[in-house]
């Protein structure tokens, strides 16, 4: 089996109380043939302390281990500051308080290396995990153009995205602030080649949005499908409306129920 080079991004911004996990859960991996960027904010508290400590460590692994720390304009632009800095085939982005499973980037490689065509894109299941890392939900979607271009179906965290896709649509676009990784997907429409690994590879804190962070989502939504997916307008809002009247039911069955 051939070994490809995966680079892996994380991005934070005053991470001090989750990011060593999340380091560790890197340096953990059964697989070596990788190089870890973390592209850090400018951060106040310790956050770049803890990031530094690591640099012996993954010295000894034989990993390249690539930070910086600047003010950044957000998320999508720390984003694509990591894509430039990288140097593998394969990048993916890992939150500063997501993990990976000790085998996951040996089942992504594994995966790329078996791949008989070119993919685009290649996803997991996801566990999500409460502060007490106790298991909450599972997101197991598998990608249809059908169910995608309403709504984002399978989990970005961990994913893995071959660099060329890049070179033909672009980086993320940063006037985004929450649903940047929906729109970029977007892109290439219904020819979106994808590969899903049906096993858990990674476990993603449940920050719990605020009510105005999901209303930017779905207005974000609503634009990346119209502009980006090419999705008639009537049938965005008609979208957006459904998926605000879900959400806010559930919100006060929960309330009601409590």
Not at 20 to 47: M, P
Not at 197 to 221: C, P, R, W, Y
Request: net charge positive; aromatic share 12%; hydrophobic share 35%.
């Amino acid at each position: 089996m051939s070994k490809p080079l995966l680079s892996v991004i994380t991005v934070c911004y005053n991470s001090e109380k989750t990011i060593r996990e999340t380091i560790n859960s890197i340096l953990n991996q059964s697989y070596s043939n990788f190089e870890y960027i973390v592209v850090d904010g400018n951060s106040k508290d310790s956050t770049v302390d803890l990031i530094k400590s690591f640099e012996v460590e993954f010295q000894k692994k034989g990993v390249d281990f690539i930070w910086i720390s600047e003010q950044d304009s957000g998320i999508y632009n720390a984003f694509n500051k990591g894509i430039k800095l990288s140097s593998g085939k394969w990048v993916s982005f890992l939150g500063s308080d997501d993990t990976y499973t000790p085998k996951a980037l040996e089942v992504y490689a594994k995966t790329i290396s078996e791949s008989k065509e070119e993919i685009d894109l290649i996803y997991s299941n996801v566990e999500v995990k409460d502060n007490q890392h106790n298991t909450t939900d599972t997101i197991n979607g598998k990608w249809s153009w059908r169910k995608f271009r309403r709504y984002m179906n399978i989990p970005h965290v961990g994913s893995f995205h071959n660099k060329k896709y890049f070179s033909k649509y672009g980086f993320f676009n940063e006037s985004y602030k929450i649903a940047g990784d929906y729109e970029l997907l977007l892109r290439a429409k219904s020819s979106l080649k994808t590969i899903k690994i049906d096993e858990v590879t990674v476990k993603m804190a449940n920050s719990g949005a605020s009510n105005n962070q999901i209303n930017l989502v779905f207005k974000e939504t609503l634009k990346a499908k119209n502009k980006s997916g090419g999705i008639n307008l009537l049938l965005c809002i008609i979208d957006y409306f459904i998926a605000v009247f879900k959400y806010y039911s559930k919100k006060l069955t929960s309330a009601i129920i409590r």
